[in-house]
């Protein structure tokens, strides 16, 4: 098990190199100038070109490259171009607003999606059943953002019962900062909560045709039991990979439920390193995103062991 | 008279003139007042934090470098030059008291107050103002515009510095010093001598009566009042004069999107809210709890590559501009006619220095005369590159409208439409493009015009462009650089060297509880209060 994860731990060295290297290339493809952004429409050629002679832009980009790589290394990601500051601590300050936000839209998406999938999937058929599916299409079908400007105009504008737009940090406000986040969350969960829903709803379904539920219910144990023991745990191995996945993909930023809500995460960073070619922003996010995802991967498959004795990587 | 005294005489009247319409207004106030026994209700109230959505990430504050409107946002309230600018955008004495000129105009001692205070408690001399401004002119275009024909600068004692010329550019210094566009700032000699050569400012320290009290990049920027502030002597005068601090502080949220700022305003999140979509208006106005605010903001403005392929034939670029439809190009960009106006001169109308001399070529609506022309110049089908964007409020809507029209006309188009950092590398290279868009806002002083630098990727490099920028670059009286002004702008209109489509102003808004809010180009919040 150890050996296994230390496997999977340095695997992350020929991701790193790999996703580096192809992101130090595409930013450097995109047309655009850090500079000529940094210093408006209105700076002349030489200004720009100065500047980008002290910032060693003009440098070969092999020779950039190997700068780059070799401070990657050490683990210094570098300075942001526009900012000029250290590329961490930039990063830094993003990722809270973004880690709150995957794990409470996940949580809502868990909470709210396993127990309606599998109700929906024990009454199959029936009335309940019909309208869980209903909601949960809509949650999967409605755009997130849609469904928060909606939830804007209806509770911060016209009822004016939650904040419109903003972040606080639940680590230095407390509850004052949970206002801010209904809205993006329930926005943002309800979808996921949607899809995972579906999701339970099909494998109890599938779950429930396996002779160890036949067996356990010829037991005379009752349904209610039979689902909990028996069928849950192999319900929530697919539930905790898609699950997992859509955790990875919202730590690289839920950029438009960022941009609707005003919250500064990894989402608005990104966008904002593109707009403006900071390259070393571009760089290091995206290297770290692609190690969150990797490192989400791992944990899932950890859980699978929890859930599944009959799974093992010895 | 001397020149000398001719010039204090021209600030004096400067100073004086909007004292007369505030002194009927404080009448009137004093007899509402007895009349009306709420009347104190209008009293200003100090205290209490301004919530207010900026549209972008001030990533870049530093003032002598910066050419950003959301720069000029933060640092209105916090930094201050020499100069400020009066309601008409003439200069008017701010951390200085006057200035004198020598009777050859080639030596101007500027006088200094003071009792002035930085942020960290230190008082201006004149060693910062020779730090600040020894690398204001080293790394800020109109610096850099100004510094080939600075043969001396230097402190004469504690508040007096002086500068000396190799030919009069004494009144181009001054009002580039009044100017908020890359700022000529005054920061702490100690705090500018600190900083390397590339190194851009993040959080400067000014003399302005709001101090940055924190920066959360991407999320907001927090001013607070500046205890130690010692005000100007006098009422509020345009942009300057008298400032006082009411608002204990200043909040401004990071709010890319529009639609957010306008709801969060709506919503009461925000007290204030720059930008508003434009779409939204009717909503706006019909809203009893808002007030709404169209501050002159720019230009808008299509180069035309002189230097480079099709349109060194001037024949074509006159056949570009008769096509053009500026009252449907306009309104297809910022949709309500109360946000744009349609003029051709080149110096907004706010200004002393606007004319229309020259600009019958403006918004001719005539795609007859262009098919001529496009005839004529033997026009061999090749399409006109045209860089556009989306990002930009009305370049995309006035790049379709156009393309419209040029087709008509018999020219071809080719809408590139990419994001802004594109078009402003790649503009750099004149053998890529035929027209871009880009926009202008008030500078100091005609000669500064973008447009006229042969460098400026218009790339206009032209003999007699260039002896009228020197001519109208002397320091004589107004009215005689008024006359060099029409004349070069006449110019403008007959070479082509850019478009002109119209000016356009911004959409603010605020909730009924803010008040004393001066609605100009330059965004501040000394002389607002909250009810």
């Known amino acids: 098990m150890t050996a296994f994860i230390i496997r999977r731990l340095i695997a992350l060295i020929p991701v790193a190199l790999v996703v580096g290297t192809t992101v130090f290339g595409l930013v450097h493809l995109i047309p655009g100038d850090p500079v000529s952004v940094m210093l408006g429409p209105g700076a002349s050629s030489a200004e720009i070109d100065e500047l980008r002679d002290q910032l060693r832009l003009n440098d070969p980009l092999p020779s950039q490259y190997v700068a780059w790589l070799a401070r990657t290394v050490t683990g210094d990601l570098g300075d942001s171009i526009v900012q000029q500051r250290p590329v961490l601590t930039v990063i830094a300050e993003r990722l809270e607003p973004t880690i709150v936000l995957a794990v409470a839209a996940t949580l809502v998406g868990v909470l709210l999606g396993v127990p309606f999938g599998i109700t929906a999937a024990s009454l199959a058929g029936r009335p309940i059943d019909r309208v869980l599916m209903i909601v949960a299409v809509a949650g999967i079908s409605i755009p997130y953002f849609w469904l928060g400007l909606m939830g804007i105009i209806v509770f911060a504008v016209e009822l004016r019962w939650l904040p419109a737009t903003g972040y606080l940090s639940p680590f230095s406000e407390g509850w004052a900062s949970l206002r801010y986040l209904v809205l993006p969350v329930l926005a943002l969960g309800f979808s996921q909560a949607g899809f995972v829903a579906r999701l339970s709803r099909a494998t109890t379904l599938q779950v429930l045709q396996e002779n160890y539920i036949r067996t356990a219910r010829a037991k005379g144990m009752r349904s209610r039991r039979v689902l909990v023991r028996h069928a849950l745990r192999n319900v929530m191995i697919p539930v905790v990979t898609v699950v997992g996945l859509s955790f990875g993909v919202l730590l690289g930023g839920a950029i438009v439920t960022e941009t609707v809500f005003g919250i500064p995460g990894m989402g608005r960073l990104i966008l904002q390193a593109i707009q403006q070619r900071d390259y070393p ?3 290091g996010a995206l290297l770290l995103v692609a190690m969150f995802n990797v490192l989400v991967n791992l944990v899932v498959d950890l859980v699978y062991v929890l859930i599944d004795p009959r799974i093992s990587y010895s | 008279m001397t020149d000398d005294q001719h010039h204090a005489t021209q600030f004096e009247r400067e100073i004086r003139m909007p004292h007369t319409p505030l002194r009927r207004m404080s009448l009137i106030l004093a007899f509402t007042l007895l009349l009306a026994p709420l009347g104190a209700a209008l009293a200003q109230s100090s205290g209490g934090t301004l919530r207010v959505a900026i549209n972008s990430d001030p990533s870049n504050l530093d003032p002598h470098r910066s050419t950003a409107f959301i720069t000029r946002v933060v640092l209105g309230s916090v930094v201050e030059g020499l100069f400020n600018l009066d309601e008409n955008y003439q200069p008017i004495p701010e951390l200085a008291t006057g200035f004198e000129a020598s009777d050859d105009r080639l030596t101007y001692t500027i006088s200094l107050r003071d009792d002035v205070v930085f942020h960290d408690g230190s008082v201006m001399t004149s060693a910062d103002v020779v730090a600040s401004l020894t690398r204001w002119l080293a790394l800020s275009t109109p610096g850099r515009n100004l510094s080939p024909d600075i043969t001396g600068f230097e402190a004469i004692d504690d508040h007096t510095v002086q500068f000396t010329f190799s030919r009069p550019i004494g009144a181009l210094l001054i009002s580039a010093l009044a100017f908020s566009y890359q700022a000529p700032a005054i920061l702490p000699a100690a705090f500018v001598e600190a900083l390397d050569e590339a190194e851009v400012i993040r959080q400067p320290i000014g003399t ?59 919503a009461g999140d925000f007290d204030f809210a720059l930008g508003l979509p434009s779409d939204g208006l009717p909503r706006f106005s019909a809203n009893p709890n808002l007030t709404l605010y169209t501050p002159y903001q720019g230009s808008l403005d299509i180069a035309l590559n002189s230097s480079e392929g099709m349109f060194t034939d001037l024949r074509l670029r006159q056949a570009f501009v008769a096509a053009l439809d500026m009252d449907t190009m306009m309104l297809a960009a910022f949709g309500d006619p109360s946000l744009y106006r349609i003029d051709g001169g080149l110096w907004p109308q706010e200004t002393a220095w606007w004319t229309d001399a020259g600009t019958d070529p403006y918004n001719q609506k005539d795609v007859e005369r262009a098919r001529q022309l496009v005839e004529e110049a033997g026009y061999d089908g090749s399409p ?29 188009v080719e809408l590139e439409v990419v994001d802004f950092a594109t078009i402003l590398s790649r503009r750099r290279d004149a053998s890529v493009w035929d027209v871009f868009q880009t926009g202008f806002s008030i500078q100091p002083d005609p000669t500064q015009y973008l447009v006229f630098d042969c460098n400026w990727p218009a790339f206009w490099c032209d003999a007699e462009k260039d002896r009228l920028v020197e001519e109208l670059g002397v320091d004589r009286d107004f009215d005689e650089r008024y006359a060099i002004w029409e004349e070069l702008q006449s110019y403008y209109w007959e070479f082509h ?4 489509v119209g000016d356009y102003f911004n959409l603010y808004g605020s909730s009924n509880r803010v008040n004393g809010y001066a609605s100009l180009n330059q965004v501040f919040w000394y002389n607002v209060w909250l009810d």
């Open chain 2, 497 to 500: 060297p850019a478009v002109k």
């Open chain 1, 281 to 283: 922003i571009i760089q």
């Open chain 2, 384 to 412: 006109i590159r045209w860089m556009t964007t989306r990002e930009n409020q009305g370049y995309y809507e006035t790049a379709v409208v156009a393309s419209q029209l040029l087709q008509q006309a018999g020219f071809m």
């Open chain 2, 208 to 266: 302005g009566p709001y101090k940055i009290a924190s920066i959360q990049s991407g999320n907001q920027v927090r001013l607070e009042r500046h205890d130690d502030y010692a005000a100007r002597d006098e009422d509020p005068i345009g942009m300057g004069g008298g400032k006082t601090a009411y608002l204990d502080a200043v909040v401004l949220f990071v709010t890319p999107e529009a639609a957010v700022r306008a709801s969060g305003l709506e």
